[in-house]
C-alpha cells in the first residue's frame, strides 16, 4: 500500500501545480489590471479607449464624445508632464462591486491619491466615473 501512496500524491502534486500554474489572476490583479490600463492610456493621451474601461452607467452619464473633449481638454492643459503610478492598494472586493486607491506621482512629486470605484459587468470590471467625472 505504500508504493501506490508515492505515485498518488506525485500525481496529485502535478495537477496541483498545472492548476495554479493556470489559474490565471486573481481579481484583485483584475481589478488593479484596469486601473493601470486605464492610467496609461491617459499618460498616453488615449481617451477613446479611456471611455471602453467605463462601466455601462458612466458611459450612459457620459457620451463618448463628451468624455474623449474631457480628457483631451485636460490633458492639453496640464501640458506635458512626467506621470506614473506609484502603488495601488486597498483592493476591496463586495460582488460585483470593487474598490481601490491608486497613488501617483507627477514630475517625481507624490499626487494626491485617488480613490476608485469598479463594477463587474459581463464578468470584466469596469471603472466607475466619479460624480464630477464628466
Same mark, same amino acid.
Given at each position: 500500500m505504500q508504493s501506490m501512496r508515492i505515485p498518488f500524491t506525485a500525481a496529485l502534486l502535478f495537477v496541483a501545480a498545472i492548476a495554479i500554474g493556470c489559474g490565471g489572476d486573481s481579481e484583485s490583479d483584475k481589478v488593479e489590471s484596469v486601473l493601470r490600463t486605464y492610467i496609461n492610456h491617459y !499618460? @498616453?493621451? =488615449? /481617451?477613446? &479607449?479611456?471611455? $471602453?474601461?467605463?462601466?455601462? +452607467?458612466?458611459? &450612459?452619464l457620459c457620451p463618448e464624445e463628451r468624455f474623449? $473633449?474631457? !480628457?483631451?481638454? $485636460? *490633458? @492639453?492643459?496640464? +501640458? =506635458? *508632464? @512626467?506621470? &506614473?503610478i506609484v502603488e495601488i492598494r486597498n483592493v476591496v472586493i463586495d460582488g460585483d462591486a470593487a474598490s481601490a486607491t491608486v497613488q501617483s506621482s507627477v514630475d517625481g512629486e507624490p499626487a494626491e491619491a485617488t480613490e476608485n470605484t469598479l463594477i463587474r459587468e459581463d464578468g470584466a470590471w469596469?471603472?466607475?466615473? /466619479?460624480? !464630477?467625472g464628466c
Open positions: !499618460i @498616453d493621451s =488615449e /481617451p477613446a &479607449e479611456m471611455y $471602453a474601461l467605463l462601466d455601462s +452607467g458612466s458611459q &450612459e474623449v $473633449a474631457f !480628457i483631451s481638454a $485636460a *490633458r @492639453d492643459a496640464l +501640458g =506635458e *508632464r @512626467d506621470f &506614473e469596469r471603472l466607475e466615473l /466619479p460624480s !464630477i
